[in-house]
């Protein structure tokens, strides 16, 4: 069984960086793709980014244009998400998950799930 932790998150301000992390255990992560997505307040969960057993592969949903970066640390069990120029409409709860088959986008595609951190952008 895999568990995963979220955190790093917290409160910045509009235009501040925050850098996620999720620390597997239970099992390797290195075979499998990781990503991160984010449900803000009374809407569903949507796709952040995510990344390939090596970070040759990573994916990103279109909102992010260039300002978050998803990368992995198979030795640490531990995959990433730096965010930088962050936006008040940035303000979710990011978890992370674990897909055993292919680099989904979709959530019902992802196996395991952390319990979520919160990130606050104000303006």
């Known amino acids: 069984q895999v568990q995963l932790v979220e955190s790093g998150g917290g409160l910045v301000q509009d235009g501040g960086s925050l850098r996620l992390s999720c620390e597997a255990s239970?099992?390797?992560?290195?075979?499998?793709?990781m990503a991160w997505f984010r449900q803000a307040p009374g809407k569903e969960r949507v796709f952040v980014a995510a990344?390939?057993?090596?970070?040759?592969?990573?994916y990103y949903g279109d909102f992010v244009k260039g300002r978050f970066t998803i990368s992995r640390d198979n030795a640490k069990s531990s995959v990433y998400l730096q965010m930088n120029s962050l936006k008040p409409e940035d303000t979710a709860i990011y978890y992370c998950?674990?897909?055993?088959?292919?680099?989904?986008?979709?959530?019902?595609?992802?196996?395991?799930w952390g319990q979520g951190t919160q990130v606050t952008v104000s303006s």
């Open positions: 998950g674990l897909a055993r088959l292919g680099i989904p986008a979709r959530e019902d595609q992802y196996d395991y």
């Open positions: 239970g099992h390797t992560i290195s075979s499998y793709a």
């Open positions: 990344i390939g057993r090596n970070e040759g592969l990573t």
